[in-house]
């Protein structure tokens, strides 16, 4: 309900140009950062819970992997900082959860198997990761033919929501990473929608999208909020405090 909106809002207005032009700190930061993350959170939870079965511990160290980029941005944006910096943080927060994604879903399948093994997984790693780079691009264009078609303004609008969670989900039952297969979508679309869509169409549209996706920013932040009281009631008095005095530290 949150992710596919948002993150084809914020791929919409990514640039390929830019993002080609860094895939060296790109891939170092979306690749090898997270999986090194998510190995050395394992690497520690095991040595805390040696019982914790190695797929459940990678599981876990995906969940924490991917960085804010996002909110680091936001942060960076009022200090000026030299643009090629903005971009990389940018490009990070497109697709670093789709790595984490990725090395989560393989560890849960494992885990369900009772067992782990790179050599098993690493080919399903590889073509989640190919097959979404190519099922993108190809759903936004025949979306893209279908909606060229549509002049009625909210009848345009009200399918573009649909085609948004139809790719995801599709993705998601093809076995792709729905967020690289999204990002990929929405890249593509940007590129071509001038050349299909007309104006009187797009521009009610961009107003629709920011408003929504600006009330589901909001409505997530506020769910995350509201699990913070019964996540407190369930500890124990002593673990509260502690947990409390490591976060002041």
């Not at 060296?24 to 999986?35: D, I, K, M, N």
């Not at 520690?44 to 680091?72: F, N, Q, T």
Request: aromatic share 8%; charged share 15%.
């Amino acid at each position: 309900l949150f992710i596919a909106p948002v993150l084809l809002d914020a791929a919409y207005d990514a640039s390929p140009r830019d993002l080609k032009d860094n895939w060296v700190p790109l891939t170092s930061l979306v690749v090898f950062a997270v999986g090194l993350t998510t190995a050395a959170v394992a690497l520690v939870v095991r040595a805390l819970l040696p019982e914790m079965p190695w797929a459940a511990a990678i599981a876990l160290g995906s969940i924490v992997a991917p960085p804010d980029a996002a909110a680091a941005t936001a942060v960076l944006r009022p200090l000026r900082p030299p643009q090629r910096i903005l971009t990389i943080l940018e490009g990070e927060s497109l697709l670093n959860d789709a790595s984490a994604l990725l090395i989560y879903r393989l560890a849960v399948r494992a885990v369900a198997a009772h067992s782990f093994s790179i050599r098993a997984v690493a080919p399903n790693f590889l073509v989640a990761v190919a097959g979404s780079l190519v099922v993108g691009p190809v759903l936004g264009w025949i979306v893209l033919r279908l909606l060229g078609r549509v002049e009625h303004v909210p009848n345009a609008i009200i399918l573009q929501f649909v085609t948004t969670f139809g790719v995801w989900i599709l993705a998601d039952r093809l076995g792709l990473s729905g967020v690289l297969t999204m990002v990929c979508y929405a890249i593509t679309v940007a590129r071509t929608a001038p050349a299909v869509m007309p104006a009187r169409i797009r521009i009610p549209s961009y107003a629709v999208w920011e408003a929504v996706v600006f009330a589901l920013n909001i409505l997530a932040f506020i769910f995350i909020g509201l699990q913070i009281r019964p996540i407190l009631a369930s500890l124990d008095p002593g673990d509260r405090t502690r947990y409390f005095a490591l976060a002041g530290a």
